[in-house]
């Protein structure tokens, strides 16, 4: 998160919002996130309360890229990569997991798939 907002500062772009499906729900991981970025990245998060599945979808729709942020440590195969496809939307996943998620989305067109903060 803090590098697309890095990106899109740097590229003077200022109409964009972070999207954080479900994420009111989980206490835990919402407390981390919010003490892990800044207050200036914070004002440009919404979090939502868990949705059912067709409301999810709907709000994942209007996205102009879907993050799917993952860990080398703890590979795992997240469902939500093929809901993801289904709405041929840009994937961004972040970091490289070197696992099944990375075999499927190389196979996607969309997908943007980053091993380091540089890329």
């Known amino acids: ?15 964009f ?12 991981q919402m407390k981390r996130l ?10 440009y998060c919404i979090f939502t309360p868990r ?5 999810a979808i709907r709000k994942l729709n209007s996205c102009n890229l879907l993050l799917l942020p993952a860990n080398s440590e703890y590979p795992q195969l997240f469902a939500k990569v093929f ?3 289904a709405l041929n939307k840009p994937i961004l996943l972040y970091y490289n ?5 990375e075999f499927i ?3 996607y067109h969309k997908s943007i798939i980053v091993c380091n903060k540089k890329d």
């Open 34 to 43: 919010q003490q892990n970025i800044s207050q200036e990245i914070i004002q």
């Open 83 to 85: 809901e993801y496809i």
């Open 51 to 55: 949705l059912i599945q067709k409301e």
């Open 97 to 101: 997991d070197l696992s099944d998620l």
């Open 1 to 15: 998160i803090i590098a697309v907002y890095g990106e899109l500062r740097k590229n003077k772009i200022s109409k």
């Open 105 to 107: 989305l190389k196979e």
């Open 17 to 28: 919002v972070f999207l954080f499906v479900g994420l009111e729900d989980q206490k835990r």
